[in-house]
């Protein structure tokens, strides 16, 4: 019988391939067989599990959905069904892999220079190197086009000022992709670690996305060679395009999520007796939670894959994208909400992974646009009216 056999409800897996569905199994049994077994340690503890780069990267995870310099090359079924696999194992997992592919190797991609490409995808690809992307600072989340981190010519150098943060990988990268103002308007550069003036430090106290390293970045007066700018990448809208890219990933991502805390409330409700001694799956109104879970995910799946066929044919858009990021994190936490009251007392312990989930789940409806922001970014789509002021 197959470990997951409830979310393949409407025959789901009858509209993949066969490379498809094999890049899925390759990422299932990563997850099932080095994940499951230290996340809830590395969670506790607040740790990134750094053993698992390598094995992604030979797996082909980084960038998977791009072309040459050593990239898989992969369909953005197959890069979704990944980002799928791995957030079933944590949120966390997934960040680091949307960071690295969508955030730091797509720009170097789309806006880098071929010297760029060729120092920089190889080494990312193959894990030899770690990337961040920093857009965020502390005064502006929602609205990143207010920045006040600066890039001015001086001579042979840009110098960056100013400071980023809620960083993901911040602390590991060898490199940031770092958005700054300039005087002809918003650009991106590539900071390398040791830099002087160029400083990191790890955010603790999370109570979420604890297995992920989250940092600021500080410039002070930091020079960079000018080659280090990303030639291609003009205003903010290059940096949205990066966003685009990692928003993709999150709505399939997600779903991995869901589906591991439906998983664990169906198998535990069908075990766990109560009045009568008859199992707690035979009262109505936990099947209503398990049939309102399984329907969620099923549409959610059949969204993703829909969006994942027009980003292969480069029809997909950004406010698509938002609206498969938005529905789909909010019925990921539904379900770990769901899930979380079906087991009891018992889905409070870490034992299960429900509370994990939910609790990276929160951060997930944060990042990568809020779900207010992709409410207007849908709002703005279907009236042409802009409501963000
Ligand atoms: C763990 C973690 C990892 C992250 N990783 C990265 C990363 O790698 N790189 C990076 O650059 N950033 C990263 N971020 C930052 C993230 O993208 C921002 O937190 C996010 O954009 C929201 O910004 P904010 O936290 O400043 O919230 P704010 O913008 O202050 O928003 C607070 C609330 O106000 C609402 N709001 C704001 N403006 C409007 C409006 N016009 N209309 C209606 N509601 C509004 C928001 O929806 C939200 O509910 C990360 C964040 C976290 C928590």
Not at 16 to 26: A, F, K, W
Not at 159 to 179: F, Q, R
Not at 189 to 199: I, N
């Amino acid at each position: 019988m197959p470990r997951f056999p409830g979310v393949d409800y409407v025959q789901f897996d009858s509209l993949l391939s066969e490379q498809e569905l094999l890049v899925r199994q390759t990422a299932r049994q990563f997850v099932d067989e080095r994940v499951v077994p230290v996340i809830r340690e590395a969670y506790n503890q607040g740790e990134f599990p750094k053993q698992l780069i390598r094995d992604m990267a030979d797996l082909g995870f980084f960038g998977a959905n791009l072309e040459g310099y050593g990239c898989a090359g992969l369909n953005n079924i197959e890069y979704g069904l990944i980002m799928q696999e791995l957030e079933r194992g944590d949120s966390a997992l997934r960040s680091f892999v949307s960071v690295q592919g969508a955030l730091v190797m797509y720009p170097i991609y789309a806006y880098g220079s071929e010297e760029q490409k060729q120092i920089w995808l190889p080494k990312l690809q193959s894990g030899k190197a770690v990337g961040c992307f920093g857009l965020t600072e502390p005064g502006y989340g929602s609205n990143p086009s207010a920045m006040t981190a600066t890039a001015e010519k001086h001579g042979g150098v840009w110098v960056l000022n100013g400071e980023k943060t809620w960083i993901t990988n911040g602390g590991l990268a060898d490199i940031a992709v770092v958005w700054a103002r300039t005087p002809d308007g918003i650009r991106a550069f590539l900071v390398e670690r040791g830099t002087q003036g160029f400083s990191t430090s790890d955010i603790h106290g999370k109570l979420s996305m604890r297995a992920s390293v989250t940092s600021s970045l500080h410039f002070s007066n930091c020079e960079i060679p000018l080659d280090n700018q990303l030639p291609n990448a003009k205003g903010l809208r290059a940096a949205l395009g990066c966003l685009t890219q990692a928003r993709y990933g999150i709505g399939w991502g997600v779903l991995g999520a869901a589906m591991d805390c439906y998983e664990t409330a169906r198998s535990y409700t069908l075990s766990r007796k109560q009045f009568d001694n008859r199992p707690i799956a035979s009262h109505q109104l936990v099947q209503e939670k398990l049939a309102w879970m399984i329907t969620e995910i099923t549409k959610g799946q059949l969204l993703a894959f829909h969006l994942g066929k027009l980003k292969d044919q480069d029809r997909a858009e950004p406010a698509h994208i938002s609206m498969l990021k938005r529905n789909n994190v909010a019925i990921a936490l539904e379900c770990a909400r769901f899930s979380r009251d079906l087991l009891g007392a018992n889905g409070i312990m870490d034992e299960y992974p429900i509370m994990r989930h939910m609790c990276n789940l929160e951060t997930v409806k944060t990042y990568e646009g809020t779900e207010h922001i992709h409410t207007l970014i849908i709002g703005e789509k279907i009236t042409g009216i802009s409501a963000y002021r």
